[in-house]
């Protein structure tokens, strides 16, 4: 079982749509979790960290669920902008590594 | 004043050819990175180095040498190049430590250097 997996989609949404990834995680020593984008041909950038309480920063939520051990991304009113690979990311407790799943594509059309 | 700078972007070579890419970061950063991302466009860790110390050497070939001068630089060096190291390779830097709160763990990505193995 791979260590990060997500949905490679790609997820077709129109302009002002909300869309939803998850990302579920193996290891329950994870301590520190990420959404980082990134365009075609580009560098990952990080979006967001994910807190244990969630988090929102705009139009993007980030939630946790350790029980369950997944990760999710909420976006509302999505934007052309948005069209973008999202990667999900984990640090397990005691390695300096970031752990990064295959990603997610999303495609917002007008 | 880019953060993360690593070069060359774009390097085309044969098969049994040795090369590198250099890699130097101005953020001050103690950790820095290998990461491999391959045709899938799966990214994976390949090294790490905290302060010029090897920390992380994820089952990589021998014929890929990292090699950190000083904390602000990780370069890479591979030998007798294989069709199969064809891919995005991307240098990365970060403060370890601390809680996402704190930004730690965050990783600045370079733009990435294209290596395409003919």
């Known amino acids: 079982r791979k260590e990060v997996e997500q949905d490679p989609g790609p997820f077709n949404v129109p302009e002002g749509a909300t869309v939803a990834f998850n990302c579920t995680y193996s290891n329950s020593a994870s301590q520190s979790f990420f959404w980082y984008r990134q365009d075609c041909r580009k560098e990952p950038k990080l979006l967001m960290s994910v807190y244990s309480s969630g988090n929102e920063d705009g139009r993007f939520t980030a939630q946790l669920n350790r029980a369950s051990q997944y990760i999710s991304l909420l976006i509302r009113d999505s934007k052309l902008s948005d069209s973008a690979t999202y990667l999900c990311v984990v640090k397990i407790t005691g390695f300096q590594k970031l752990v990064f799943g295959t990603g997610t594509r999303l495609l917002v059309s007008p | 004043d880019t953060a993360v700078s690593q070069t060359p972007k774009y390097l085309v070579t044969q098969m049994g050819n040795d090369k590198s890419i250099k890699c130097e970061q101005n953020?001050?950063?103690?950790?820095m990175y290998w990461y491999k991302q391959d045709s899938k466009k799966f990214l994976k860790i390949m090294f790490s180095y905290n302060n010029k110390e090897l920390i992380i050497n994820e089952t990589v070939p021998n014929r890929f040498s990292p090699k950190s001068p000083d904390k602000a630089h990780l370069n890479l060096h591979i030998n007798s190049l294989e069709l199969g190291d064809s891919a995005v390779y991307f240098c990365a830097s970060s403060h370890p430590g601390g809680t996402s709160n704190s930004g730690a763990n965050v990783l600045t990505f370079g733009a990435g250097s294209r290596l395409t193995v003919l």
């Open positions: 953020l001050g950063h103690d950790t």
